[in-house]
């Protein structure tokens, strides 16, 4: 009676356990699903809600002057990311940080194209092979191809302490793509002529990245060769430099374009002599002062007098510079004036010298660089504009080649000037971030206490608390 008391109660149990196993997995079940449909749903959220940026740099966070950019935009996008056969941590950084761009506009789309699988695929869009996780953008309009070597960029410097050049890394994703965009949208692209035939000095590996990434179509031409003149669609011609004078017909055909309201930005070194260009110069009001200006106030020049700070007035360029607060550096600048003869033109300083500045007529034959007699004592405008109030042509003129080089903000300001000549509405001004990170340094005294207790007292403190519990459990 008593065994059959004892298997009752023993199927019962076993029935209880049944019981409470299969709610305990049906439990299970449902909170899976749970799970996952909350993962679904929170999956479908934008990457603003999503994904946070906790990085120093704010590598993830875009920009006022990108979310006002990628808003505006009404049409659609469709951006193909090349992939590679490994996606490497900046390759991640670069499609989170366009999740973001997706919610920030729904026009823009991601598609990932493997060149393994589709060799030909970019063929369309560049005659070069493009790197590993590269991006090409596309709209109805137009396309623009981002290699990753402009998203990831390298930069070389020299380290004074350790005798060696350093190559850091900075992160331009959003720089990249947010001026992919707009070259992609926008219905009109400038474009900027730099003529050459006339040795011209060449334009610097910065300077024409700053247009690529400005969306400024920038090539060089001939006004003599082919067909002659300035093309059609020229917003702007550049003269950067010549090292012998401009032809008759050069200058003519400048004219007329000036006549049709053109914009030339002319920019000269003191040692060449050029009849026909100062001609040219001086019938838009502005003459050619010969010589080289130096500054005597020592916030007015770097290391020598001939390396001038100039002033900056304040302006439509000015108004387009990231800020107030940039030095611009012009070295062997000739002078450049007023000469009052310029009925129905405009002419205004942009760069000048301080009043207590000095031209030295003859630098290469002086022994000093103090003032001497015979050297003008006076302000010198050495960046100057001249608009024609009925054509509306402009004639910018700058009296050092160092006005379009990378240094100081000369480079910045160049840029603005360009897209202020060539009335562009909008500029891509945002800067890279850095990748570098300073190592951190931790004394050995504290690394030897950090080791003891991650390896010792960490891992005792656990096996100790387990054993507890289970003596606790063994007990009950």
């Not at 906790?54 to 993830?60: H, K, P, V």
């Not at 808003?71 to 490497?88: F, M, R």
């Not at 950067?240 to 200058?251: F, G």
Request: charged share 20%.
């Amino acid at each position: 009676m008593e065994d059959n008391n004892t298997n009752k109660q023993n199927k019962a149990g076993r029935r209880k356990r049944t019981r409470l196993g299969g709610y305990s997995f049906l439990v299970c079940i449902i909170v899976a699903a749970i799970v996952i449909i909350i993962n679904m749903i929170v999956g479908s959220f934008p990457a603003t809600v999503t994904k946070f940026d906790i990085s120093d740099e704010g590598l993830y966070t875009i920009s006022e002057e990108t979310e006002k950019i990628v808003s505006a935009v009404n049409e659609d996008i469709t951006v193909y990311y090349l992939k590679g056969d490994s996606i490497s941590e900046e390759a991640q950084m670069m499609l989170d940080l366009l999740d973001r761009y997706k919610a920030i506009n729904g026009h823009i789309s991601v598609q990932t194209v493997d060149p393994v699988l589709n060799p030909s695929f970019y063929i369309k869009y560049t005659d070069t092979t493009p790197s590993e996780n590269s991006l090409i953008f596309e709209s109805a309009k137009r396309y623009k191809l981002v290699d990753f070597s402009n998203i990831i960029v390298a930069s070389q410097s020299f380290d004074s302490s350790a005798y060696q050049y350093v190559t850091s890394y900075s992160f331009a994703g959003e720089s990249a793509i947010t001026s992919a965009i707009e070259y992609v949208t926008s219905d009109d692209i400038t474009t900027v002529y730099a003529i050459s035939g006339n040795g011209e000095a060449n334009m610097s590996e910065p300077l024409i990245s700053a247009f690529s990434t400005d969306n400024i179509n920038y090539s060089t031409i001939s006004l003599i060769n082919g067909d002659g003149g300035v093309p059609d669609d020229a917003d702007c011609i550049i003269i950067y430099a010549p090292s012998y004078d401009l032809s008759e017909e050069e200058i003519s055909y400048l004219n007329s374009y000036m006549e049709d309201g053109g914009r030339i930005i002319l920019v000269t070194n003191y040692r060449v002599s050029m009849p026909n260009v100062e001609a040219f110069t001086e019938s838009y009001g502005l003459t050619w002062e010969k010589g080289v200006v130096f500054e005597t106030a020592q916030n007015s020049f770097y290391q020598y007098p001939f390396y001038l700070l100039p002033r900056i007035s304040k302006n439509d360029i000015t108004s387009l510079l990231s800020s107030d607060n940039i030095n611009i550096l012009m070295r062997y600048s000739h002078g450049i004036l007023d000469s009052q003869n310029s009925d129905g033109l405009t002419v205004e300083p942009l760069l000048y010298s301080s009043d207590t500045s000095f031209l030295k007529s003859d630098p290469e034959n002086s022994s000093t660089l103090e003032k001497e007699d015979g050297d003008t004592e006076g302000s010198f405008m050495i960046g100057a504009r001249s608009t024609d109030s009925e054509t509306g042509g402009q004639l910018i003129w700058f009296s050092s080649p160092d006005i379009a080089q990378n240094s100081a903000g000369n480079l910045e300001y160049f840029i603005a000037l360009i897209n202020s000549a060539c009335e562009k509405e909008a500029s891509v001004t945002i800067a890279a971030k850095t990748l570098m990170l300073e190592a951190l340094i931790v004394p050995e005294a504290s690394a030897n206490m950090l080791m003891i207790v991650m390896c010792v007292v960490i891992p005792i403190a656990v096996m100790a608390l387990g054993l507890l519990i289970w003596n606790y459990r063994r007990k009950r």
